[in-house]
């Protein structure tokens, strides 16, 4: 069946550090890809997505590019901030006979130090 | 609007308690909505979905169960709480209605943690 495999964390950087955190997928045809986030405390939240092959994803400085021939969507930013401390996940979506379903990765907690 | 309510925000019950979670939606009429649990290390799990009144499907054979009486409301049951229970349980809603596709994009709501002792 359709997964999604994230690395696993924490991981941990200095402010302004090069950030990725890598994700891939196992699906049949063509899903589209997400990466949400959760803040502390709080619900997920859609930070970017991507819909078909070689689509880039972006949002608040934050980078991801579907590529079908390595079945990747990893996530990167320049220049994180303290802020940016939160878990990330990576997710596919699936499409079924009513509605979607995502199919999410086990989430990757990012906590970025001063 | 598409404010999405969860209560309550934390629990606490003894093993073969019942349990009720209930999540409402404001916004648009009929809308798809979910049922996740985010358990230690496990990531994001889907529990159940519902495309409508009274319709539910369930993703993995477990000890809860769901209910959708009214078009903007959710309830996540168990009548015997085990203590894998325990987790952060998420409802969402997707941008489509129905049996109409969906782009993809969920809605969460903050969660209800629960922890079974």
């Known amino acids: 069946g359709d997964s999604v495999t994230q690395m696993e964390g924490p991981v941990t950087l200095s402010e302004e550090a090069f950030l990725t955190i890598n994700c891939t997928y196992t699906?049949?045809?063509?899903?589209?890809l997400f990466w949400y986030v959760q803040y502390p405390g709080e619900g997920l939240q859609l930070l970017l997505k991507?819909?078909?092959?070689?689509d880039k994803g972006s949002n608040k400085g934050f980078e991801a590019t579907y590529r079908k021939e390595t079945t990747s969507f990893h996530l990167e930013k320049g220049s994180v901030q303290v802020s940016d401390s939160a878990v990330y996940f990576c997710a596919l979506e699936k499409l079924t006979g009513g509605g979607n379903k995502l199919t999410f990765g086990t989430g990757t907690q990012l906590k970025v130090e001063l | 609007s598409q404010t999405i309510h969860q209560w309550p925000a934390t629990l606490v019950q003894p093993v073969g308690s019942p349990l009720s979670l209930e999540c409402t939606v404001e916004g648009t009429s009929n809308p798809n909505l979910y049922w996740y649990r985010q358990a230690a290390g496990r990531g994001l799990q889907l529990l159940f979905y519902s495309i409508g009144i009274d319709q539910i499907s369930s993703e993995v054979p477990q000890n809860l169960s769901a209910s959708r009486p009214q078009d903007r409301q959710f309830i996540l049951s168990s009548k015997k709480l085990l203590l894998s229970d325990s987790g952060f349980y998420l409802c969402a809603r997707g941008t489509g209605q129905g049996v109409e596709k969906n782009t993809g994009e969920l809605f969460f709501g903050e969660g209800s943690r629960l922890t079974v002792l």
């Open positions: 991507a819909t078909k092959a070689d």
């Open positions: 699906a049949t045809g063509y899903p589209s």
